[in-house]
């Protein structure tokens, strides 16, 4: 081992909460380097590992926090393919100390909500170790999953502990995974409690054993039969990943019937090949990345990729532009504009709760409406990461087939000469702005 691949070695190897001050870019390029022996290019990543790293600096749906806190994505899992496949939480604590074990089943798991790996199997409540499941548990409640593989997902989502119905001996967990709501691959984890150990078999979409693995985790001994209910399985698993440019969809098969396990972004957190190694570029072929040329603007809140090439692919149809004006770190209103494809657009102003706002002067209202978009929470939420410390700003942002794309920040409005808007709202605004004082 080279000198430099020793000193990152080291550098892993600690406590990763030792290096909060580094990047995330700057952590994941150290242990990228320590697992596959080299760097990778942020700038063009190829195979399935660089792309799940890319994943994880780029592509910041504030959805997924949701999604992977073991309690919180149980709601949010019901309302998208129903509340039947969900197992049911028998109570949630935010301490072990908190937790009523005379009140819970004799057979039930314990779990944190923000951890990878920390679970308790009860069996039998009178032969609980209790010493060793509150040591086991109050260990993850300490950690921040977070800081392990830079996983932004898990960054804030609360410490706590649920208990959940104990439902079978030696589950098969059925792994689907899914590019852009597409089920291309299955990986099943059996024997995970046996003497051996986890064993692994992937699967494509038809069910035919593929020649491929984890270096960890060896083919079980026996063909694993196909799920009876695999067909829904596919189903749901392409209903939850929809839009998503990559994730494996869990489920669990008892007696029959489906039961959602967890959505996981970034197995092995990316750090894990495959054998053949031809695998790993195969699998990062099937994600597709935003293409075309641009710029990232990224914070620890969000990143945006601006780049011409979906609007450029789109121009024949219409769409409407959504200018957020923003005052002082706060949102004031949003200016739609729409039929610019006709040379002459209309204007609409509304406030954060879609309330019409008549800005204009009266000649220039139209007595329709428009409708309310689907991801106006969200292009609100990026107007206000982008408009913190400034006495007035103008975000600009698209909605094309439900998927937001910046465009442009603005400082000076018609370069303030601004004949449309009225003298009332002329005023208001310019309250609003507040200058230095001399």
Known sequence: MSIKGWIIRKIVSLNPKRFAFLSDEQYLQLKFYDTFGRFMDFSNPQTFNEKLQWLKIYNRNPEYTIMVDKYESKKYISEKIGAEYIIPTLGVWNSFDEIDFDALPDQFVLKCTHDSGGLVVCRDKSSLDMNSARKKIETSLSNNFYYMGREWPYKNVPHRIIAEQYMADDLRDYKLICFDG????????????????????????????????????????????????????????????????????????????????????????????????????????????????????????????????????????????????????????????????????????????WNRLYYQHEALEKANNIEKPQNLNEMLKIAKILCKGYSHIRVDLFDVDNNIYFGELTFFDNSGFDTDISYETDLKWGEKILLPNK
């Not at 196909?226 to 994730?247: D, I, T």
């Not at 695998?279 to 601006?306: F, Q, T, V």
Request: charged share 30%.
């Open 182 to 353: 597409a089920p291309r691959m299955t990986l099943v984890c059996s024997e995970r409690f046996t003497k051996d150990g986890l064993k692994e078999d992937f699967y494509d979409e038809a069910w035919n054993h593929l020649n491929v693995q984890r270096p960890a985790h060896g083919n079980a001994i026996l063909p694993i039969q196909r799920p009876k209910q695999y067909e829904l399985m596919k189903k749901l698993a392409a209903k939850l990943s929809e839009k998503m440019p990559f994730a494996r969809i869990d489920f669990y098969e008892i007696n029959e019937k489906v039961y959602f396990g967890e959505i996981t972004f970034y197995p092995a957190s990316g750090f894990e090949g495959f054998k053949p190694e031809e695998w790993d570029l195969k699998l990062g072929e099937w994600i597709k990345l935003p293409n075309g040329g641009g710029y990232r603007l990224k914070s620890d809140d969000c990143s945006i990729i601006i780049s011409d090439s979906y609007y450029n692919n789109n121009v024949e149809k219409s769409i409407n532009d959504y200018k957020i004006f923003c005052f002082n770190g706060e949102i004031d209103s949003i200016m739609v504009c729409t039929g610019r494809e006709k040379g002459h657009p209309d204007f609409y102003f509304y406030d954060a709760n």
